[in-house]
């Protein structure tokens, strides 16, 4: 993960399989979370594949739009946020292996940002 570009192209296959995962097998995957309810991840599947592609589109631009990669970072950051108080707080009726999932999903989010921000610094110093 060297680059800006190669960071960001990770986080859209990453995010885009992960949504296509729950937009498809989304009835599978309320069995391991231990919920009848299937909508949360239809919707969650869908948002993460327009977010893949936004996540996609930006990283190839050329050059890069450091304000897209901003909004990406913020996105991915407010994910993190929203996942840990989704872990802290248990909200929903949900297997633990569910909140597990939610949390390893979050860590994986975070390093993203973490990266694009890295990379974005060495952008800004390299101009």
Avoid at 17 to 35: D, H, K, M
Avoid at 38 to 60: Q, Y
Avoid at 80 to 104: D, E, K, N, R, T
């Amino acid at each position: 993960m060297k680059t800006l570009r190669n960071v960001m192209l990770i986080n859209a296959i990453s995010s885009g399989a992960t949504g296509l995962g729950l937009a498809v097998f989304f009835e599978a995957i309320a069995g391991i979370f231990e919920t009848t309810a299937t909508m949360p991840f239809i919707e969650t599947g869908i948002f993460l594949i327009a977010f893949a592609t936004l996540v996609f589109s930006v990283s190839r631009g050329n050059p890069i739009n450091v304000r897209a990669v901003r909004l990406v970072i913020v996105l991915d950051a407010a994910w993190v946020i929203g996942s840990a108080a989704i872990v802290l707080f248990q909200p929903f009726p949900i297997s633990i292996l569910g909140y597990i999932l939610i949390g390893a999903v979050a860590a994986w989010v975070a390093a993203m940002a973490y990266f694009q921000s890295a990379g974005l610094k060495q952008v800004s110093v390299s101009k």
